[in-house]
């Protein structure tokens, strides 16, 4: 019974001593976090407005190369078309895919404007103003991802369909000189 006692005793002295004194309280749901303060914030939101430059970067490449993505998705279904190809569900994915890109080009206008206009930092990316410079990358992070929402999966979609739709119908290259896509009959 002692020993028992004793075990008790000391599994209890154990719990007390690995379970916190103090009890910890959160912030509020609604609550804005703030950059920091004092001067160790500044690394962090000039890090943050790299990668925001970084990404409006990739953007405005991906944006550059749609126009000819697009192009040549309609050289495809053409020459499938003319094959009396069904491209129905590609012609519908391409079309969503280039109507999307106006609504990405004007999100990436404005986080154009947000990053030209560099609010709170200085010419060559330093924070001159911890609470503009936070707001800055705030707001082109923002307009940066409504152009990525805009687009979101369309592009991947559209690549997909036409990877499927060209193993469906392959090119007879069994004699040369023919490239012509033939349907191969659905398996399924």
Do not use: C
Request: positive net charge; proline residues 5%; glycine residues 6%.
């Amino acid at each position: 019974m002692f020993k028992k006692l004793m075990l008790v005793g000391l599994v209890l002295m154990m719990l007390a001593v690995l379970l916190p004194v103090a009890s910890a309280k959160a912030a509020p749901l609604n609550d804005v976090p703030t950059p920091g303060s004092g001067k160790n914030a500044y690394p962090r939101v000039e890090k943050a407005f790299q990668r925001v430059k970084n990404w409006y970067n990739k953007q405005g490449e991906f944006l550059a190369k749609s126009g000819e993505f697009i192009s040549k998705a309609e050289n495809f279904l053409a020459k499938a078309e003319e094959k009396n190809l069904d491209t129905s569900s590609l012609r519908g994915l391409l079309d969503s895919f280039a109507n999307s890109i106006p609504a990405v080009q004007a999100a990436h206008d404005r986080a154009g404007a947000i990053i030209s206009a560099h609010n709170g930092f200085a010419d060559n990316g330093k924070v001159t103003d911890i609470t503009a410079a936070a707001l800055t990358v705030k707001d082109a992070a923002s307009a940066l991802q409504e152009g990525r929402q805009a687009h979101l999966g369309k592009g991947k979609a559209l690549a997909e369909a036409m990877r499927a739709f060209w193993q469906a119908n392959k090119p007879n290259r069994s004699k040369k000189g023919t490239d012509t896509l033939t349907p191969v009959p659905n398996e399924h």
